[in-house]
RNA sequence: GCGGCUGUGGCGAAGCAGGCAGACGCGCCAGGUUUAGGUCCUGGUGGUGGUGACACCGUGAGGGUUCGAAUCCCUCCAGCCGCACCA
């Protein structure tokens, strides 16, 4: 290989050769840095230009990729996909006039440098800056242009100063209803003072004790520390947001055992957003699959609550209400049984001393053998108590439930229905109660059929099952039929559809007090507290009471102190008994200081759990627009000018925002709930951050698997007539991840290394369309390297490396060659679809090569083309072409629409919708004309064979259809 | 189970508003350069039949709408993703 490229190089020393690319792309990366060809002026502040008038006149746009967690190792040939392709259009966008923001940082704090620094002892930081250096340097050999200046990571001082002020904001908010938005928390107080708004015992402000008031703002603050049922992960030694736990009960990462346990943590209120989060989606500009997973995650439903009527046993109690949430109303006539959560607060106080008596005695199913409601209850709460969420899921098939031996009132057939508790109830939705309708209801029907209790049919089944419940196979549970059997003296709902139904039964429920409409989330409050070291500091202060205090700015950040041990303490993973303790509660001189917050110095105590990781990405698209403020989160102006609203984006926000789907609900719906609390507080004039949100494919790769499953190192396989060999054994073939543990990993360098980086560009953008997962083929990528080796030979000589270009006057067919290619490749750039600007921009090239020879203008015109997918060897051989400026910033050609006119079209003739003949005309025939050209021409003649001609549909110029 | 997305040559894919299916690339075949192989260059390449200009068949399967369907509608199948007792 090494004497061979000798030769070749001998013989043609200025042959576009990996060598020549890896000098040329080395020597433009530097003078682009040196130059700072991709600083994008700011309006105000630091970062505004000399001429930050005229910056402002211009178009601009702001660009941003999901950053990236720095690991340790490094970047893949799958990373890069959408940082390309950003950059591809970034640079486009720049040379159609545009100021342009992009740039990138990293999202540094995470597990994996804390759980190196467990085992190592180095420091996590120390590990993570070694990574971001590394992840800098292979994202500068991509030819990314990023604006330097305002890269970010999470992990500064200088950067977690803005994260902790955010979650000081947050803390000091309060989410009025009456205006629909965060307000500061001064103005609740103002309203407690003044009587505006009662406390909730009634007493007067003044006259609650300081960790009182603490307790009742706590109720209000949008941040808050709450005892409360979390996950909490054993093997993570940490609490998890409900989003970081999987479906079958374990962590994303690590894949542990998670528990639920009551413990003390700090909670955002994201649910009070909800409507909002779910509202807003309407404005942007993003795939609808990612808003309909949001808009399921929220899970808004509308519907009703009404209360039941129960006895209590507990003395001098009385009657007591059950309230259960339904989004069926209408079915309320036929509610014949009620289901209370094994936790529900009610359960102790309805049960009663003994069975009630019923003719022919309960059934065995009902009292589950048990002497008495109390033992049975109790047996059943403990065994629900005891199943780990993976447990419940398995058994969701068989209904399982005890009777309490109590009986509440359906509120309008006044029957006495069976309470039950039953874990197929969760008390983290709605009331934690429902009514069971089971002849409607598919999960209350099954339980029904197990416990053989009655139904009732009040909707009129559409189809011939008939209206007797008990011959039914399911239960029948559209909206679409008519309601019957469901009249009292008061309010009949026979014959109404479902929606006038649920409108009737809801305000005869509310005009008797019984009842309401309301609206249900599935979202739940986001659990904000982390039990790690290599997390951002609370900027949290307790007193001797107990009392949360915030630190004031001047106070911020809040460093993380050095410690020992890094770890928090974890447990045997299966232990769900173990509480958890923080690893900066060991730090007692940090944690234990002497503070003055304005009534002089005190002693207090730091808050010792960390932010999720999350926190650092809820907002870093604010500090890309003005990364060095040290007096604000970000210049309004500068805010506004980058990401304010205007007419194409009505929430403003980022232009575009490119990452991997798996995003969808975590980071996207936390960032947008940070953003719309500083919306709220006038600190950002964009009620959304990111405006249009494309996600980008996964390159996967082969992974080849011998006779045992297991995967063989993927480079080493060999392809005889269609059959995988590894070590001369038969392997199989399939598409994976790319990933270390499917040996399948294909380092940038690799390529980079045998062609160049604008042939990884290159390939990586013509491989598929960005939205699409699509294996790498290491094969293939020769194509865009003999493309680039063509496109350069079209210019220089490879033997003396002098401009081959000619001087003459492009002739017309060429003129329409470069004139479509540029029409379609500005379109396709434009339109994020590079496979198919690839493609028209080698259409061009190749042209050019059979050509012979290339007219200066066209190759000018046509390595502008292709600069933002291959800009190093553009610049290259814009230099050669004489330019002394880089072409960062030149224009791209424009297309001349006199050359996008053919000046004869191909119309096809078909015959019953075959093709059967082909005319040149010209582009402005009439259709007349056309068709009577068509039925003169002999192949039509022919293929006619003298049949009757029924009807010509003429679309001149391009086809004509006869019908015989 | 519910919801969503995707099915086009040997492979990655084009075809964006219903009008020439397969642009561009890989691979493969033939030829050229080369002592040879590789690189590089030129040409060909959906399938079947034919020496042949040509014919027929072809966009997961089946049906429908239409002069005309990869594209629109219905049913089914397969793969991927999300949610998962959410009342």
């Not at 068989?398 to 509120?411: D, E, L, M, R, S």
């Not at 403003?652 to 991997?660: N, T």
């Not at 003298?946 to 004509?960: M, Q, S, T």
């Amino acid at each position: 290989m090494s004497e061979s490229t000798s030769e070749a190089a001998s013989a043609a020393p200025y042959r576009y050769t990996h060598a020549l690319a890896a000098q040329i792309e080395a020597r433009w990366q530097d003078r682009w840095e040196k130059d700072g060809v991709f600083a994008a002026p700011n309006p105000v502040g630091p970062l505004a230009d000399a001429d930050a008038a005229g910056a402002a006149e211009k178009p601009h746009a702001f660009i941003m990729d999901m950053f990236p967690y720095p690991s340790g190792a490094g970047l893949h040939v799958g990373h890069p996909l959408g940082y390309i392709a950003t950059d591809v259009y970034a640079r486009h966008l720049r040379m159609t006039g545009y100021n342009v923001l992009h740039t990138m940082g990293f999202d540094a704090f995470g597990l994996p440098a804390e759980q190196y620094a467990v085992q190592t002892g180095t420091h996590p930081r120390v590990t993570t800056e070694a990574n971001i250096a590394k992840y800098r340097e292979q994202l500068r050999s991509l030819g990314l242009g990023h604006d330097l200046r305002r890269s970010i990571s999470t992990i500064d001082p200088s950067y977690y100063k803005w994260t902790q002020w955010i979650f000081l904001q947050i803390f000091n908010s309060w989410f009025d209803p009456s205006v629909q938005a965060a307000r500061p928390i001064s103005e609740l107080i103002a309203k407690f003072e003044s009587g505006a708004m009662a406390t909730p015992d009634g007493r007067a402000w003044s006259a609650l004790a300081p960790a009182e008031r603490d307790e009742v703002l706590g109720e209000y603050r949008l941040a808050f520390v709450k005892q409360a049922p979390v996950n909490w992960c054993p093997g993570l030694g940490t609490v998890l947001a409900n989003e970081e736990v999987t479906a079958d009960g374990r962590s994303e990462r690590g894949n542990f055992p998670v528990f639920k346990a009551n413990l003390r943590q700090w909670m955002m209120r994201i649910t009070a957003y909800a409507d909002r989060l779910i509202d807003d989606l309407d404005l942007l500009d993003w795939p609808e699959a990612i808003k309909l997973q949001q808009r399921n995650w929220i899970g808004r439903s509308e519907g009703a609550k009404v209360d039941f009527a129960v006895h209590t046993t507990e003395a001098g109690a009385g009657d007591a209400a059950i309230t259960v949430f339904t989004t069926r109303p209408d079915t309320l006539f036929g509610a014949t049984y009620m289901v209370l959560a094994p936790e529900h607060e009610l359960v102790d106080s309805i049960v009663p001393a003994a069975w009630p008596t019923a003719e022919g005695g309960l059934p065995d199913e009902w009292t589950g053998g048990f002497a008495t409601p109390t033992e049975a209850v109790a047996e059943y709460r403990r065994q629900a108590a005891a199943k780990t969420d993976i447990e419940r899921q398995a058994d969701a098939k068989t209904k399982t439930g005890v009777f309490t031996g109590a009986y509440a009132v359906n509120p309008v057939s006044g029957e006495l229905v069976p309470v039950f508790v039953a874990d197929y109830v969760l008390m983290g939705y709605g009331t934690g109660a429902i009514m069971a309708v089971p002849a409607h209801d598919s999960r209350d029907f099954a339980f029904a059929r197990a416990f053989k209790l009655p139904m009732r049919c009040v909707v009129q089944p559409s189809d011939d099952r008939g209206t007797d419940p008990s011959t039914w196979d399911e239960s029948f549970d559209s909206y679409d039929a008519a309601i019957v059997n469901s009249a009292n003296d008061f309010i009949s709902l026979d014959g109404l559809g479902v929606v006038d139904a649920k409108k009737a039964i809801t305000d005869w429920l509310a005009s008797q007090g019984i009842g309401e409409g309301t609206v249900n989330f599935k979202l739940r409050d986001w659990l904000f507290s982390r039990q790690r070291y290599w997390g951002e500091p609370f900027p949290i202060v307790y007193d001797e009471d107990g009392v949360a205090h915030s630190l004031p700015q001047s106070m911020l950040p809040v460093e993380l102190p050095e410690i020992e041990d890094y770890s928090p303490r974890t447990f045997d993973p299966d232990d769900a008994d173990t509480q958890p303790e923080t690893p900066l509660s060991r730090a007692e001189e940090w944690v234990n200081v002497t503070l003055d917050l304005g009534d002089g110095p005190k002693q207090y105590r730091r808050e010792t759990n960390t932010m999720p990781n999350w926190a650092g990405s809820c907002w870093y698209e604010l500090r890309y627009v003005d990364p060095e403020d040290d007096t604000e989160v970000v210049n309004p102006v500068n805010e506004a000018y980058w990401m304010g609203p205007t007419e194409a984006k009505k929430a403003g926000g980022v232009d575009l925002y490119v990452g991997g789907a798996e995003h969808a609900v975590l980071h996207l719906l936390y960032a947008r709930f940070w953003h719309k609390v500083l919306f709220d507080l006038g600190h950002v004039s964009s009620c959304e951050p990111f405006h249009k949100l494309f996600n980008q494919g996964m390159i996967q790769a082969y992974v080849y698997r011998d006779e045992r499953g297991f995967p063989v190192p993927a480079a080493e396989v060999e392809e005889r007539d269609g059959v995988w060999y590894f070590e001369d054994k038969v392997v199989s073939r399939e598409i994976g991840k790319i990933g270390k543990s499917l040996k399948n990993v294909v380092a940038p360098e690799e390529v980079t290394g045998e062609y160049s980086v604008d042939t990884l560009r290159l390939y990586e953008m013509a491989m598929g369309p960005l939205d699409v997962s699509r294996p790498w083929d290491t094969r293939a990528v020769v194509g865009s390297f003999r493309f680039l080796q063509r496109l350069w030979r079209t210019i220089v000589d490879e033997e003396t490396g002098e401009v081959v270009v000619t001087e003459e006057t492009p002739d017309e067919e060429t003129l329409r060659a470069l004139n479509r290619a540029i029409d379609g490749v500005r379109t396709d750039l434009a339109g994020l679809r590079f496979n198919t600007a690839v493609a028209k921009a080698t259409e061009l090239n190749n042209f050019l090569v059979k050509r012979g020879s290339t007219p200066r203008v066209v190759a000018e015109q046509a390595v502008l083309l292709v600069a933002p997918l291959a800009p190093h060897i553009a610049e290259e051989l814009w230099e050669k072409l004489g330019h002394e400026e880089s072409l960062t910033h030149a224009l791209l050609p424009e297309a001349d629409p006199a050359y996008l006119v053919e000046d004869s079209v191909t119309c096809v003739v078909q015959i019953k919708g075959k093709v059967r003949a082909r005319l040149e005309v010209p582009p402005a025939i009439d259709d007349a004309e056309l068709e009577a050209l068509a039925l003169a021409d002999p192949a039509v003649v022919a293929a006619l064979g003298g049949a009757e001609v029924r009807k010509v549909i003429v679309r001149a110029p391009k086809l004509v259809n006869i019908v015989v």
